[in-house]
């Protein structure tokens, strides 16, 4: 059990800013009107079920 809190301790930075990529790409994608390649609904999924990988390629390919 102390071996988990100290990986935790030693990851929380990361999962901060990972938490930080999920609210930014979901903010953004609800304040846009369109997207580009997929609708809406399939880039929730992709942000959400896609770890990492889903934020930053709605970033990157799916705002106009």
């Known amino acids: ?21 999920l609210v ?8 846009r009107k369109q997207t580009r390649y997929l609708p809406k609904w399939a880039w929730v999924l992709i942000i959400l079920f896609i770890s990492t990988i889903g934020p930053i390629s709605y970033l990157v390919l799916g705002r106009d």
């Open 1 to 21: 059990m102390n071996n988990l809190f100290e990986i935790l301790r030693a990851f929380w930075p990361l999962l901060v800013l990972y938490a930080a990529l």
């Open 24 to 31: 930014w790409a979901l903010l953004d994608l609800v304040k």
